[in-house]
């Protein structure tokens, strides 16, 4: 709670800058958000709640609209590939859910297990209808512990796929999305007013506009290699350190090997998960039985004995023998890299918010936990700042009396 206290806080207390508004106190012309996942879109959503409607809104997205929240495609069906499931306590995205007139997918029960990978068997097992059970075993990273999270009754996911939360933000905000890559930022100042120049690869070819304010809502880490440079500024802009922590997903169609779990028999494998300890050598994380984002009232997880589709988390892509191991014989694989969280650290603070005077970063949010929720947090901090600061409004800032009303909300 402390924590959460205190991103909160994080975001919202910025010093204030007499000179960050326009002169003339006039409403920006043109807003840029730089990236179209959950934290992008839903920052245009609010940018055009407190902007109104008169303010041009553009979101850059050089790959596919949802970012880490994604799905592929196996025999004409849709499974998650990326950010596949939701806590009841997230408000941001049920509100999302309901003001988009999406619906809650069903669940489907099944059974959980822990897999140590020195024995062969599987040492702790977890029904998803007994949700109140919990386990003080060490799994396999933060995947792991994901996985079996969602064996929890208060856990929900978007039917259609969560995906579909980004794509309807972006069109309740009105949103112009254009699907380049963002390369330079650059400021340019007329006296005391500045704008932000955004060059981006259109079509083999370079194109530039201009903007009032900037929001970045993709990792800026100098490890990874955003594509974006800033050029202009003086002081130039505080670097930002700290990488994120690759995990691989394989979405495979085929007959899964139980007997390397440690039932010969396929047709007595009780279960849907398999979880692994922190054992040196085993080379995945978990594998699950996967439903599709779209399951009919007459649905059925496959058993087994037949060709099911399965989600293998692991550290790096699955060698062909891992696969053998794993599964008797399979149809397809398809495998997606994602720079799935940061590395968390004691001491590493936040990254900061206000990179200029209307420049944000949002995706700094992620070194306080890396969530949907968190995402839409930061998204409506950002939007709150960048109204607030453009319109002078310190009072709304830098407020002294915030601590004690965060805590009487709490």
Known sequence: ?????????????????????????????????????????????????????????????????????????????????????????????????????????????????????????????????????????????????????????????????????????????????????????????TGDYHQYELTYDSQNEKSSELYDIVVVATPLQQNINSGISFQGFEPQLPDISGSYHQTVASIIHGYLNCTYFGFPDPKLFPFSSILTTDTQGLFFNSAASVCPVNISSGFRRKQPQEAGVYKVFSPKPLEKTELKTLFKSYYSVQVTDWLAYPHYGSTQGLPPVVLHENVYFLNGIEWAGSAMEMSSVAAKNIALLAYHRWNRQLEMIDQKDLMHKVKTEL
């Not at 924590?3 to 006039?26: E, I, N, Q, T």
């Not at 041009?56 to 998650?80: C, M, W």
């Not at 990273?141 to 969602?150: F, P, T």
Request: aromatic share 8%; with cysteine.
């Open 1 to 189: 709670m402390h924590r959460y206290l205190f991103v909160l806080l994080s975001f919202v207390h910025v010093l204030a800058d007499p000179d960050f508004a326009k002169l003339d106190g006039a409403p920006p012309s043109k807003i840029a958000v730089v990236g179209a996942g959950i934290g992008g879109t839903a920052t245009a959503h609010f940018l055009r709640q407190h902007f109104g409607p008169e303010v041009r809104i553009d979101v850059f997205e050089k790959g596919s609209v949802g970012g880490r929240l994604a799905t592929v495609t196996v025999n004409q069906q849709d499974y998650e590939s990326g950010g596949s499931i939701i806590h009841s306590l997230n408000l941001h995205m049920q509100d999302f859910v309901q003001q988009l007139g999406l619906k809650y997918r069903k669940s489907v029960a099944g059974k959980t297990a822990v897999f140590n990978g020195e024995e062969k068997k599987v040492v702790f097992a977890h029904e998803a209808t007994r949700r109140k059970e919990s386990s003080e075993l060490s799994l396999n990273k933060k995947y792991s512990a994901v996985s079996l999270a969602g064996a929890q009754a208060n856990l929900w996911a978007v039917e259609g796929g969560n995906k579909l939360v980004c794509s309807g933000l972006l069109k309740l905000a009105r949103a112009n999305l254009i699907q380049s890559p963002v390369t330079t930022v650059t400021l340019r100042s």
